[in-house]
């Protein structure tokens, strides 16, 4: 089974199933066509973070999440004059991961040569994949900046100047040629395994390192209003690879929750589900109550403002004590009937950074709904892909790439890809867990899922949409395992989210009681929750989410899977 936000991906991670591949052989060939499928929200430049489980095996996570550049100090910010580190453009800029992991996954637990499984991402992007609305608009909203300052990115996405028309084919065949050369290099070498790391030596050592390097020295127009260089590499590619790591593993009964570190906001989703433990929650004909959708939002509130207190790519998270029945507790008794306005860390030594406070009741771009909110600037909040896998054996895979989105950077006119823009996550505040520092990775919102029933792996899910990535899994586990819906009913029941933290992305705003509810929920409870003191946002009836899934009976059996129905390109396939 395959559950992925593109059909094409789908499609291509069952072709692989049925000529023979595993969970992680699909995985692998989704993820490329996905680079294709929704540049504006994944390409080659991004990062990958994963969970899987081998058959037979535990849980494991996959950390295709790169590292601040060398030359990345909060120093050189302060001399540039900036107090956040811009959201597009190339200062933002960290070592792209989604190669190197995709690859390592694929050596480690594939089955079947880079080639055969790279094959239908190069198809794609030498014939063309059909134009979405939203890469339309995203290209739209940017056509100005592309223009006027991005010309290769012009030169790329505006044919004869003018935005790809919604339906129509677009091409991109020098990357087609970037990934031939990738495999050609490759293929100079004999064997499966040692085919797959001369691929990743030739772009994190050779000519894409080389390419990223030169192109970085050139500066461009970023969000901050001028012109910048880079600070990327060929020397950071080459010194940075993927890498496993352990997951965290926090039981709920026969269920066990399954999340990457607090590198990245995964945790979060562990401590709401902990502080709602002992609570009573309810969904009626397949709707959640008022009282649930405001004892979640309060749960998420404080759970998001430890994420910023404590949460970094650093070895002093006390994350046994943040995902602690006992912590849990003591947040648990702040919730109260009204909502909340207030950013609440626990714990005494509780690091928040100052910025924050400046742009408190800013604008938090409530209309990230799982594709990207996208400026002129090519400032961007919220996009992200995701992929699910489960084959017959019982690998499973749940992977959330991200990054590279064609608005994130000018491309790079060799290789048909550009930047990421992912270190705007940290803050240029000395003495935080997320603070800028050179190798480190940004805290980032990319949070794949996996639960265990019974110590088995069982299910796979995630969604794209920055910070509310794990409010809207939160959803998707209420309604799933705490009240019985399948799959399906669980991905299509109304879903919500808050604003009330700091958004990762810049400018880093946040509106302390903004809830934003889909309206399904009825007008009796959009009522109820008003009077509860949330700054209420009706989202429409089908805006929030874009989650997948898929599952697997422990004892063997029946395999399901299930996609968003939001935005009408979610697909789900299997046999």
């Known amino acids: ?151 290769t990115s012009a030169q790329l996405w505006l044919p004869d100047g003018d935005t790809p028309t919604v339906g129509s084919l677009h091409s991109n065949r020098v990357l087609a040629r970037t990934w031939q050369r990738l495999l050609g290099e490759a293929e100079t070498v004999s064997g499966r395994e040692e085919q797959i790391d001369a691929a990743r030596r030739a772009w994190a050592q050779g000519f894409v390192a080389e390419a990223v390097d030169a192109f970085s020295r050139t500066a461009f127009r970023d969000d901050s209003g001028r012109d910048h260089a880079g600070l990327l590499t060929g020397d950071d590619l080459a010194s940075w690879e993927a890498s496993y790591e352990d997951a965290i593993v926090a039981d709920f009964g026969e269920w066990s929750l399954v999340k990457c570190g607090a590198w990245t906001q995964g945790p979060t989703l562990v401590q709401q589900l902990r502080i709602l433990e002992e609570l009573d929650l309810s969904y009626v004909d397949g709707k959640p109550t008022a009282r649930t959708i405001h004892l979640a939002t309060e749960a998420a509130k404080l759970a998001f403002a430890d994420r910023e207190a404590w949460y970094g790519d650093t070895g002093d998270v006390p994350i046994e004590r943040l995902l602690s029945r006992e912590y849990a507790a003591q947040r648990r008794a702040l919730i109260g009937d009204e909502a909340s306005d207030r950013l609440r860390p626990g714990g005494d030594d509780a690091r928040m950074p100052k910025m924050i406070e400046r742009t408190r009741n800013t604008a938090a771009g409530s209309g990230a709904i799982g594709e990207p909110t996208v400026e002129p600037q090519g400032r961007t909040r919220g996009d992200t892909v995701h992929i699910d896998v489960v084959d017959a054996a019982g690998n499973i895979v749940s992977a959330t790439p991200s990054g590279g989105w064609l608005q994130s950077s000018p491309t790079i006119p060799e290789l048909g890809f550009c930047l990421d823009s992912r270190a705007q996550m940290f803050w240029l505040e000395d003495g935080l867990p997320n603070s800028l520092a050179p190798g480190k990775r940004p805290r980032i919102t990319l949070s794949p899922s996996m639960a265990l029933r019974d110590g088995e792996p069982t299910l796979a899910f995630g969604t794209p949409g920055g910070d509310q990535q794990d409010q809207w899994q939160l959803c998707f586990w209420l309604a799933h395992v705490g009240a019985g819906l399948n799959l399906q009913e669980s991905i299509d029941a109304p879903a919500w989210h808050t604003t009330a933290f700091p958004s990762s992305f810049y400018p880093r705003a946040w509106t302390p009681k903004e809830l934003v509810v889909e309206s399904r929920v009825g007008e009796g409870v959009l009522a109820e929750l008003s009077d509860r003191g949330h700054d209420v946002v009706d989202a429409g009836p089908w805006a929030l989410g874009r989650l997948s899934a898929v599952s697997r009976d422990p004892n063997g059996g029946i395999l399901r899977a299930a996609a968003n129905a939001r935005g009408m390109q979610g697909y789900a396939v299997g046999r």
């Open 1 to 151: 089974m395959v559950a992925s936000t593109h059909w094409l991906a789908s499609a291509s991670g069952m072709a692989v199933l049925e000529d023979g591949g595993n969970a992680f052989d699909a995985a692998v060939a989704a993820g490329f066509v996905l680079q294709v499928a929704e540049p504006h929200l994944n390409g080659p430049g991004g990062q990958v973070p994963a969970i899987f489980a081998p058959a037979g095996g535990g849980p494991r996570v996959l950390c295709g999440q790169g590292g601040a550049p060398a030359a990345a100090t909060i120093g050189h910010f302060d001399d540039l004059g900036l107090k956040l580190i811009p959201g597009s453009g190339l200062l933002p800029a960290t070592v792209s991961g989604a190669w190197d992991a995709w690859l390592l996954l694929l050596r480690d637990y594939g089955t079947k040569p880079l080639r055969d499984v790279l094959g239908y991402a190069i198809s794609y992007a030498w014939n063309g994949i059909p134009v979405l609305g939203r890469i339309a608009s995203t290209i739209d909203t940017v056509s100005d900046l592309f223009a006027t300052h991005w010309p």
